[in-house]
């Protein structure tokens, strides 16, 4: 049936000068007046930008199944270029699994949801692109009329669940029943696994979470994964529309992790114990004359560069030792989307910077002046990532005691307004 209609549709495709308006075959599912259209340009413009955001990593920049991240999934990535993929699938399937995700419709977890991140008609885009890896006239994809543009916003967490949050963490966050609820959520349940490592298990896409009781408070990662578009619009983990009773466990099955546990090193202890003027933090923090300047490198509420994460609500996000870390050994955990790369140039030049993104035409950087570069892969003879920081290194050196001290106060006051103590006493 399929080799018949491919058949079919090259014999149209040959006499189609001759008969511009002949509708050869019935494909897709779409009314009769789109038979003899075609895919329209700007759908597909608008699924292949999002196909390289949210999908190339696992199924690769050709729907090959190839992506970086694929080498860490037990289950590959459909290969969606696959001829028998395309002809065994319909539009309307294709759009299913992405919108409900591998378990939505019975297959891997560790393909995730993206219903509750994008838009109906941002689905049919994708669909509209991963045709276009096969015969895209094959199945010509239209927008559906009244289909729905808008994003769901998803619940935002509230004041009281954070409160109702941390009330029953108190009491049974570090029940063993809880971590393995957590656990089994986690690994077999959610797309987690699919995209975080543990212990060098698990995928890359997102940071490797095996310390996270030590980088980031609970009460945080239950609010993260509740709506992570409520904090990052642009992030890559989609919303997974995990309720609040499982955010609860993996929350706490999180905070469990604390990697090899490690004593606070005596030489931070006098950071941590002074007492820190936020205001004098925040003004050496701006100060483009002073000696460290970190919004060159860093934003707050759109105030800064954008050579280093935005630090909103780092305070809310960060435990104090975590912060106090960044600060004086910027290299010791590398933020991911941060890491540096080294690239080796054919005419033996070095050229370092944050890698952005990277296609088969070359890598995209960006250097420690926030200059962005692009390197086309002819040129390049060997990159490799490095463990280093953009961050420099010798805060330490630069600033006393009181004066780390005033910037890590600083940083602990940008907090998210539900999370702050007054916000919660009062309800
Ligand atoms: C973290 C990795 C990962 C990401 C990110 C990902 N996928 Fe997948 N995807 C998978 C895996 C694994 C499967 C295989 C599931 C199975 O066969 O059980 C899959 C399967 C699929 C399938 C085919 C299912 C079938 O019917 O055989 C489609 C279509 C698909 N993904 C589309 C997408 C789109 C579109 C995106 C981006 C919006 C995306 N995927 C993002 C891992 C991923
Ligand atoms: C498709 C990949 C993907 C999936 C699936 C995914 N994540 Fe993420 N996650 C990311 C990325 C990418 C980031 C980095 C966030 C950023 O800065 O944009 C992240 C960040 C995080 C963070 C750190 C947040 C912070 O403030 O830095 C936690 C905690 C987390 N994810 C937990 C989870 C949990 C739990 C699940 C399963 C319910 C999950 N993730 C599923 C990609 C994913
Ligand atoms: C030249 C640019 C630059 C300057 C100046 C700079 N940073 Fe950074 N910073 C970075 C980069 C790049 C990263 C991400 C890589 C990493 O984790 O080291 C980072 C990471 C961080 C993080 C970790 C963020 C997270 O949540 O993962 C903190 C906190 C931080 N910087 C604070 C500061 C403070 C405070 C200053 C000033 C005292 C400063 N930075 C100055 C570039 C800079």
């Given at each position: 049936m399929f080799l018949r209609i491919l058949f079919l549709s090259t014999a149209y495709l040959l006499i189609a000068g001759s008969f511009p308006a002949l509708p050869v075959w019935a494909g897709g599912g779409n009314d009769l007046a789109d038979l003899n259209r075609k895919t329209p340009l700007s759908l597909l413009n608008q699924g292949k930008n999002l196909f390289v955001h949210y999908c190339a990593h696992c199924h690769g920049l050709s729907g090959d199944g190839d992506g970086f991240n694929a080498?860490?999934?037990?289950?590959?990535?459909?290969?969606?270029?696959?001829?028998?993929?395309?002809?065994?699938?319909?539009?309307?399937?294709?759009?299913?699994?992405?919108?409900?995700?591998?378990?939505?419709?019975?297959?891997?977890?560790?393909?995730?949801?993206?219903?509750?991140?994008?838009?109906?008609?941002?689905?049919?885009?994708?669909?509209?692109?991963?045709?276009?890896?096969?015969?895209?006239?094959?199945?010509?994809?239209?927008?559906?009329?009244?289909?729905?543009?808008?994003?769901?916003?998803?619940?935002?967490?509230?004041?009281?669940?954070?409160?109702?949050?941390?009330?029953?963490?108190?009491?049974?966050?570090?029940?063993?029943?809880t971590i393995q609820a957590g656990e089994k959520l986690f690994k077999k349940k959610k797309s987690c696994f699919a995209c975080h490592q543990l212990d060098e298990e698990g995928g890359r896409i997102g940071p490797d979470l095996s310390r996270s009781g030590i980088l980031y408070g609970p009460e945080w990662v239950y609010a993260w994964i509740t709506n992570p578009q409520a904090y990052k619009a642009e992030t890559r983990m989609p919303d997974m529309g995990v309720s609040s009773e499982e955010a609860r466990f993996i929350a706490a099955f999180l905070n469990g992790l604390q990697g090899e546990a490690e004593e606070t090193p005596e030489g931070e202890l006098p950071y941590l114990q002074a007492t820190g003027n936020p205001e004098n933090g925040k003004r050496l923090f701006f100060d483009p004359d002073g000696k460290v300047y970190c919004s060159k490198c860093h934003r707050v509420n759109g105030d800064g560069g954008t050579i280093g994460p935005a630090l909103d609500h780092a305070g809310t996000r960060?435990?104090?030792?975590?912060?106090?870390?960044?600060?004086?050994?910027?290299k010791a955990v590398i933020t991911s989307g941060y890491s540096t790369v080294l690239i080796l140039t054919k005419d033996r030049k070095f050229i370092t910077g944050i890698k952005k993104f990277e296609d088969d035409s070359g890598v995209g950087i960006v250097d420690k002046e926030g200059k962005q570069l692009f390197i086309r892969k002819e040129r390049i003879k060997k990159y490799k990532t490095q463990k280093i920081s953009m961050m420099p290194g010798n805060f330490k050196e630069l600033l006393d005691v009181q004066e780390v001290a005033d910037i890590l106060a600083y940083l602990k006051s940008l907090k998210l307004a539900e999370f702050s103590s007054e916000a919660t006493e009062e309800k």
């Open positions: 080498e860490y999934l037990d289950k590959e990535p459909a290969e969606l270029s696959d001829e028998k993929f395309q002809s065994k699938k319909t539009n309307h399937q294709i759009f299913r699994t992405i919108k409900k995700g591998g378990v939505g419709v019975r297959k891997s977890h560790l393909m995730p949801a993206f219903g509750n991140t994008l838009s109906e008609s941002e689905i049919w885009s994708l669909v509209a692109y991963i045709r276009s890896f096969g015969k895209e006239d094959l199945q010509p994809v239209f927008l559906p009329q009244g289909v729905n543009t808008e994003r769901p916003l998803g619940e935002l967490v509230s004041v009281v669940s954070i409160q109702s949050f941390k009330e029953w963490f108190r009491e049974e966050g570090e029940k063993e029943s960060r435990s104090p030792v975590f912060l106090l870390e960044s600060i004086l050994e910027p």
